[in-house]
């Protein structure tokens, strides 16, 4: 196994100092970039959240059959430059390998800590994908600024960055791998890669997930950690340790103390995300490069059942009818929370060989 060179950084819209991140094998810096965009905003039919009556009922409202079809959602002019922070990883000895540059696009519930996944006070590096990937020998940084970002990167123009890449490849979990979908639906060519994790091709079963315990004011539950002052009624999240669990982990193939992490880190998010993930591309026709699902065997996504998500005649696939490259690697006993299973080595060894087939290292 070499050791080379990587990037990996996760994608979020806030703000971060430039300070150094203790790592292990690897070396972490936060960074910063500014991502000038002019696009489309999609204006939510919906008023904004007035208390916790009213964010439960929209969590009632995901599940509530429809009778008929909604209005199409009003459009406004976008032109923001926004603050994107990630870090920036890279092995402490290079090696073959190190033109390859990783993606990382978290999910909702979780900021970019999901990808570099620690215990406190421990140094087992069996949850963090950061850690898979640099010992692999790899790099790894919403959807035109995952572009925009990704031909940042492609331009070697990430802070930190002492050359540019010669592949990408995009990451996703979750909304992450949403995002993902619609940029290489909007732009093909930017990727030479993906690699989707929870996520397979029916959404139907999301809605039931979200519905039932993902309507929650943060600021309510958690006010110490989330004051009204920052995050507004529009910020979100679940509840309890146990609604986590019922989202993200598949008993008995975790540790108890991830579970108490993850719950301890998770983060809140917008109601715009929510319903701006079912207005993002659901199918990238024109993007011919690889394509990998990364799979969870009980996925909340595939109602816990995944076995028969990914058949090739099934909308997985179709998502991509545009290339004959496409590959489906499915993890036993894990839960949507794919990094954070006792059993994720195998899913790293699979994307290692995945990676190495089809980019190969000399």
Known sequence: MHISRTLI????VASASAEPIKGKSYECHEFLVDISINSTSIVLPVPPIANEYQAVNYGQSLLTPLKALPPPPQTA???KTFQISGDLCVPKKPGP??????????????????????????SDTSFSHVHAATAAGYS??????????????????????????KQIINVGHSFGSQLTVGMAALAPDV????????????????????????????????????????????????ATEAENQFSFFWFPNFKPEVLATAEAVKHPFTLGEIFGGGLLPQQAPAFKKPVLYLASEHDAVCRFDCSSDFDADG???ARF??????????????????????????????????????FPSK
């Open 77 to 79: 002019p976008l032109v």
């Open 321 to 358: 009818n545009g290339t004959d490259d496409i590959e489906v690697f499915m993890v036993p006993g894990a839960g949507h929370a794919l990094p954070l299973h006792t059993n994720i080595t195998v899913g790293y060894e699979a994307l290692d060989a995945w990676i190495q087939k089809r």
């Open 97 to 122: 390998k190190a033109g390859t540059l990783q993606i990382l696009t978290h999910g909702l519930g979780y900021n970019r800590t999901y990808w570099d996944f620690y215990l406190p006070g421990s």
């Open 315 to 317: 909308p997985a696939y």
């Open 191 to 238: 990727s030479d890669a993906i690699v989707l994790t929870g996520i397979n091709g029916d959404t139907s079963a999301i809605a039931s997930v979200l519905g039932t315990s993902w309507f929650r004011l943060a600021n309510k539950f958690e006010p110490e950690r989330f004051p009204k002052q920052t995050y507004s009624n529009g910020w979100l999240t679940w």
């Open 9 to 12: 950084a996760s994608l979020a």
């Open 140 to 165: 790894l940084p919403q959807a035109q600024i995952l572009i925009s970002l990704t031909q940042m990167a492609r331009e070697g123009k990430i802070p930190g960055m002492k050359s540019p890449p």
